[in-house]
Nanobody
Framework: VQLQACGGGLVQAGGSLRVSCAAS????????MGWFRQAPGKEREFVAR????????YYADSVKDRFVISRDNAKNTVYLQMNSLKPEDTAVYYC???????????????WGQGTLVTVSS
């Protein structure tokens, strides 16, 4: 199983960025997908999750109303659209796959390698 995240980069505060995660080696629409992030010196934290059929989404309070998670099962890809970015959003963003709908990192079976998002002030 591989989860390949991409799309990170440098963006100014208030800007937008979309990160993607392409999955292979698994039956993608059997898995809920999540995004997590880890800022320098901090623990990994939950950002957003989406159900197998994309009918349910859930967000951390810190990103609610700014970030949107979506998925395209035909492309085996999950996306995270990040708007109104803040410097505190700076982190490595990881995608992950789970057989369960959960915000807990321990419930995720597979992880991508991460993509760095840097928001300048």
């Amino acid at each position: 199983v591989q989860l390949q995240a991409c799309g990170g980069g440098l963006v100014q505060a208030g800007g937008s960025l979309r990160v993607s995660c392409a999955a292979s080696g698994l039956i993608f629409n059997n898995y809920a997908m999540g995004w997590f992030r880890q800022a320098p010196g901090k623990e990994r934290e939950f950002v957003a999750r989406i159900s197998w059929s994309a009918d349910r989404t859930y967000y951390a309070d810190s990103v609610k109303d700014r970030f949107v998670i979506s998925r395209d099962n035909a492309k085996n890809t999950v996306y995270l659209q990040m708007n109104s970015l803040k410097p505190e959003d700076t982190a490595v963003y990881y995608c992950a796959a789970s057989r369960w709908i959960s915000s807990g990192s321990g419930r995720y079976d597979y992880w991508g390698q991460g993509t760095l998002v840097t928001v300048s002030s």
